[in-house]
């Protein structure tokens, strides 16, 4: 299957500070979606962005759309510790091809 | 707010039982997925089904069925779980007219 590039993989940082990761892909994307995943409990959507170049806001969080439609990034800004658990990106074709990233763990410390 | 349920959170089934993870959707949305989550593996699609009584095979659909008989229900098959089947199973659904998906709290399934 299609492959996205997810780094980085895992995150250590103080309460405070500001995180970014970010995923590639050798292929065009029409949407890419980041969804952050509690332990124990299925992936909730934060962002979509539909359009290359587009950046979007939502809370503390920004992503944005690469311009070559290969990919995306996601910043979160003055962490708290409720931010810990695992973000995925996704890139979409259309309505039924998703792929995801392989996650990234990010743990904040208080 | 699109709301997808799972059946059950956790489950216990024994090598060999079949078992039934269902899966319900409010949004009258046309797309259905199941997933599996293993640690370092990500999510892998099992199958999908855009519409009533019609699925598609994912990467990994050995050992399961599906089955769509309702637009807001979609049906994971394990016809004789096995312990490589222990995992956490999440449901999905995706509308046709944009692209975004939307998981269920996913299922731990458990095979002795």
């Known amino acids: 299957g299609q492959q996205l590039n997810q780094s980085p993989q895992s995150m250590f940082i103080q309460e405070g500070e500001d995180v970014s990761m970010n995923c590639t892909s050798s292929?065009?994307?029409?949407?890419w979606l980041w969804y952050k995943q509690d332990p124990g409990e299925g992936p909730v959507l934060l962002i979509a962005?539909?359009?290359?170049?587009e950046l979007t806001s939502n809370g503390r969080l920004t992503a944005q759309f690469g311009i070559t439609r290969k990919d995306s990034f996601l910043n979160i800004s003055a962490s708290i510790p409720s931010d810990v658990g695992i973000y995925f990106c996704?890139?979409?074709?259309?309505?039924?091809?998703?792929?995801f990233g392989s996650g990234t763990k990010l743990n904040v410390k208080p | 707010d699109v709301k997808v349920t799972q059946s059950s959170r956790y489950l216990v089934k024994r090598t060999g039982e079949k078992v039934f993870l269902e899966c319900v959707q409010d949004?009258?949305?046309?797309?259905m997925f199941w997933y599996r989550q293993d640690p370092g593996l990500g999510l892998r699609l099992i199958y999908f089904?855009?519409?009533?009584?019609?699925?598609e095979k994912g990467d990994i659909p050995e050992g399961y069925s599906v089955s769509r008989e309702k637009k807001e229900r979609f049906s994971l098959i394990l016809e004789s779980a096995s312990t490589n089947q222990t995992s956490m199973y999440l449901c999905?659904?995706?509308?046709?007219?944009?692209?975004?998906?939307?998981f269920g709290p996913g299922t731990r399934l458990t095979v002795l």
């Open positions: 999905a659904s995706s509308p046709d007219s944009y692209n975004e998906q939307f």
């Open positions: 292929s065009i994307f029409n949407t």
């Open positions: 962005l539909y359009k290359a170049g």
């Open positions: 996704a890139g979409v074709y259309n309505f039924n091809k998703f792929y």
């Open positions: 949004m009258d949305h046309e797309n």
């Open positions: 089904s855009y519409d009533v009584k019609m699925k």
